[in-house]
């Protein structure tokens, strides 16, 4: 593939998301911040424009996208619940998800209409659908006037980007633009719901805790996290390795095997109470020892800085790397979405 130049447009300047609208409007990629991770953008209705994020992240042709579009009105739309399994069902679920969550991030997945092009769903007959909480996300998709897919803005495999930055590392040369709007609120992606039984069924954990789903609906149920055979599950992105920064060897480690690895020469990845108890049990970490990051105990913190902290490591040239297994600690935070990324970054 050709490179491109990559423009880095600072989305303070107004001028620049009308810029990054008439790129997407002639079917260029433009990479833009939402509050979760940044996102690939393409229009999503237009499949040589959706062909080339498929091109430009490597990403097998087997994983669908999902379309953003600015309010749930235009989310209904790209509908069509007489095709659900259980019609009634499905609108109720839309029309509880949609009013608790949206804008915000939670993905829908329901039966689609016949415009979406195949190769945005990757052929199957269920769309992927949010209206994302992020204001530079929003007014472009207010210009664009059109819904606009967008999976994570990284090349496929390889960590998610929560900074314009971040886009750079993989994608640079690969897309026509990246609108920087500083880093992402949340640094985790959408949780992912089908609704389309009537009964939800979450695809992918992510910044909605399971307990905010289970409010909603008592009856929902998810998969086991870090799970790798998703085909039945129905959201085939999740078979593929995922989050993986270029580090030769990653490890997830227990705390009560930390220990080991204190004065060793590997790279850590902790919580700041796990690096606390280490230096009180066995002494500060040696100055010749690798790279330490220290991320909050609090999971929402924790989420907003792991994949900077995957680039860092990757930056640093770390060959070693130990990813602390942080704890399940109830399906009220997001102990359990972080774990599911720790798992899928440590199974190269
Ligand atoms: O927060 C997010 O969701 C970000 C921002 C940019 O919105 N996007 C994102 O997209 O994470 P991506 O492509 O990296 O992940 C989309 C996930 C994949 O696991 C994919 O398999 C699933 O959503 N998905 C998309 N369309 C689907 C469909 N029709 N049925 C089932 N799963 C679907
Ligand atoms: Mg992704």
Known sequence: MSLLTTSILDASKNDNIILASQILKQ????????????GL??????SEAVERIFIAKQRPPHNPLILHVANSLAAKNLFNFAECSNPDAAQLLFAKFSKAFWPGPLTLVCNKNS????????GLNKVAVRVPNHPIALQLLKLVDAPIAAPSANASTRPSSTSARHVQITLDGK?????????????????????????????????????????ITPNATWKSIGQTTHESSGSPGLTDKHYAPKINQIELVEFANLSKHWKSSAS???????????????????INSGKVIILSDNTAEYAKNFYDALYQFELNETSHLILEKIKKKNKSDLSLSILDRLIRASSI
């Open 27 to 38: 079917k260029g990629l433009v990479a833009f911040p939402t509050e979760t991770v940044y």
């Open 41 to 46: 953008g393409a229009l999503g209705l237009d």
């Open 268 to 286: 850590l990845l902790i919580q700041t109470k796990s690096a606390i108890a280490l230096e009180k049990q066995l002494g500060p970490r040696p």
């Open 115 to 122: 415009f979406i092009p195949n190769i945005t769903t990757a």
């Open 175 to 215: 897309i026509d633009a990246i609108l920087n709007g500083g880093s992402c609120l949340h640094g985790l992606e959408s949780t992912v719901v089908d609704i389309s039984s009537g009964i939800p069924q979450i695809l992918r954990l992510g910044a909605v805790s399971i307990e905010s789903i289970l409010k």
